[in-house]
């Protein structure tokens, strides 16, 4: 047991030393593909009819003549003391702006990955314990439609249909103008509304999270479900599991006891690694559904080539999926023992 416990320790270590090199390698592709793109800011933003003098003036304020060395090390300087500066666009500092829109964008994550991992992986180990059968048909056909929906399209959809036509759901928007937020702990509603004890709070920012979390999550579901269907017929067929069956263990005890547990692993691996997509696919489902969170933000953010805002934005998200990958490695190491070693 110590020898698990120190074998566990040391590989956590190890990942968290690692996750320096990762940010700086993020950090300077974001650096090198800004600068190496044609246009500045400031041009973008004042318009091709802009005084030249007061766009040299403004470029000059901002660090944008200066080489570009001197910016790349001023950059990391400011990222790794906590200081993101100051959007060209709106002239507020990004640590704020970004810290406001990001909860947002993370209940939303958050929501769509668990709305994908409870539906792709209860279809894929449907469709992997019932091989060949009508269920395993039905879940690949779902499967191999859900994937290839666009995700605006779908959101368009089911706007259309639950938000406008039934009713059932908001239809835009993180809470009802009509009751008041909860009060601010973490940003996200859903938490801050059971951290108040205010259920009626509770239940609207989760009816606002309903179609959204939707329109991400089942894209991603159907991914998961073939990626829980392939790995459940393998451990099923492994010869571990068949040598369990034949000393007359129970079907279901094998396949819960032995053949789950081992077959999630890849899945846990992939759903950390798909994270990303959540991300990505937030901005067009924000902008559906009028979800005051990154998404808009980024997307001005690109527009006018706002430099701090883009790189804060990325330095953000670079934390959050190196912290989210760690975690992945962790639960990994936890279910399998040989990934330590």
């Known amino acids: 047991m110590a020898g698990s416990t120190a074998s566990l320790r040391a590989y956590v270590i190890t990942r968290l030393l690692l996750m320096i090199p990762m940010l700086v390698i993020l950090l300077t592709f974001t650096f090198l593909i800004l600068r190496v793109a044609p246009g500045d800011p400031v041009s973008t933003i004042m318009g091709e009819h802009g005084d030249q003098t007061v766009i040299n003036r403004v470029r000059d304020e901002l660090g944008l003549n200066d080489p570009i060395l001197v910016q790349y090390f001023t950059y990391l300087r400011d990222v790794f003391t906590g200081n993101m500066g100051t959007s060209i ?59 290839n929906i666009p995700i605006f399209w779908l959101g368009l959809i089911l706007k259309l249909v639950f938000a406008v036509n039934l009713g059932w759901f908001p239809v835009s928007g993180r809470f009802s103008p009509r009751l008041m937020p909860p009060p601010t702990v973490t940003g996200m509603y859903t938490i801050d509304s059971l951290l108040a004890g205010n259920l009626v709070d509770f239940a ?44 007359g263990i129970r079907r279901s005890s094998v396949f819960f006891r032995h053949a789950l547990k081992n077959a999630l692993v890849p899945v846990v691996t992939t759903m950390g690694l798909t994270f990303a997509l959540l991300f990505s696919g ?60």
């Open 89 to 147: 666009l709106t002239s507020k500092p990004v640590f704020q702006e970004v810290s406001d829109r990001m909860p947002a964008t993370l209940e939303l994550t958050f929501a769509s990955m668990i709305v994908a991992s409870l539906m792709g992986i209860g279809l894929g180990v449907l469709a992997g314990t019932r091989r060949d059968r009508p269920a395993d048909f039905g879940v690949r056909f779902f499967a191999a439609f859900a994937y």
């Open 204 to 247: 609207d920012a989760v009816d606002h999270l309903i179609l959204p979390s939707l329109t991400l999550g089942v894209v991603l579901a159907a991914f998961f479900a073939r990626i829980t269907r392939v790995n459940v017929i393998q451990m099923m067929n492994s010869d571990f599991v068949e040598a369990a069956r034949a000393r």
């Open 282 to 341: 937030a901005i067009l489902t924000e902008t559906i559904f009028s979800f005051e969170g990154m998404g808009r933000y980024v997307f001005l953010a690109i527009s006018y080539r706002d430099y701090p805002a883009i790189q804060g934005a990325v330095v953000y998200y670079g934390i959050i999926m190196v912290v989210i990958s760690l975690l992945i490695d962790i639960v990994n190491a936890f279910i399998d023992p040989r990934i330590r070693y």
